[in-house]
């Protein structure tokens, strides 16, 4: 079983940053990709920025040029460098890992773009 711990949420003022952080233990195989999802009250969880292992990025249209997603292969890691941030970036945000095939979340660290 894969576990998966995300830190770095928080309050913050709207153009303010946030560094989110993400680290899988246990019974890892071969994590080929990790992702950061986001879901707002009342609303479907999203996808918004993806890394593979071999370091390739992908970003929701809405997160483009302000979030930069990033992977440490050594430590099982992914972060989240949030920039720019606005009212409707709040959220939950979640990590996933993809191993051997296989999905596991995080628990999940709130969010919150407020003045």
């Known amino acids: 079983q894969v576990r998966l711990v995300e830190s770095g949420g928080g309050l913050v003022q709207p153009g303010g940053s946030l560094r989110l952080s993400c680290a899988a233990t246990?019974?890892?195989?071969?994590?080929?990709?990790m992702y950061w999802y986001r879901q707002a009250p009342g609303k479907q969880r999203d996808l918004v920025a993806a890394?593979?292992?071999?370091?390739?990025?992908n970003y929701a249209d809405s997160v483009k040029g302000r979030f930069i997603i990033s992977g440490d292969n050594a430590k099982n890691a992914v972060y989240l460098q949030m920039n720019s941030l606005k009212p409707e970036d709040t959220a939950v945000y979640y990590c996933?890992?993809?191993?051997?095939?296989?999905?596991?979340w995080g628990q999940g660290t709130q969010v919150t773009v407020s003045s």
């Open positions: 890394v593979a292992v071999g370091g390739s990025t």
């Open positions: 246990g019974k890892i195989t071969n994590i080929n990709a």
């Open positions: 996933k890992a993809n191993d051997a095939g296989h999905d596991y």
